[in-house]
């Protein structure tokens, strides 16, 4: 039986990226293998995954002009223009330009209810 597959859009954060630059130095100095590297990186995926999913509890508010709007693959993808964010009552962060990619909450395997 194969192992489910997670996301991989948390390898383009600032940690995954990290992590995935000190595993290519680590294979290219010979420190590991590169099976153990994406054993590692689907380990990640799968942890940011779950921990989003059961300990993240914030709501987040936000106002701005939908600029570009896409749907592909089960993946929807937002570019909103001069976007207010509003975190639970704290002040509000403006931004010029965001991108939002939206996935399926569904875990791995899990059927669409009816």
């Known amino acids: 039986m194969s192992s489910p597959v997670y996301y991989e859009l948390y390898r ?8 995935i630059d000190t595993l290519d130095e680590f294979v290219n100095d010979g420190r590991i293998e590169p099976q153990l590297a994406m054993k ?11 921990v989003l999913a059961d300990r993240v509890k914030q709501k987040l508010n936000f106002k701005g002009h ?29 931004a010029e330009k965001v991108k939002i990619v939206s996935c399926s909450a569904r875990k791995p395997g899990e059927q669409q209810e009816k």
């Open 66 to 94: 939908l600029d570009t709007y896409r749907f592909c693959d089960d993946v929807w993808t937002f570019l909103i223009k001069d976007v207010t964010f509003k975190l639970d009552n704290q002040n509000a962060i403006h």
């Open 12 to 19: 383009k954060s600032s940690i995954g990226q990290s992590l």
């Open 40 to 50: 590692v990186i689907s380990s990640f995926d799968k942890a940011v995954a779950e």
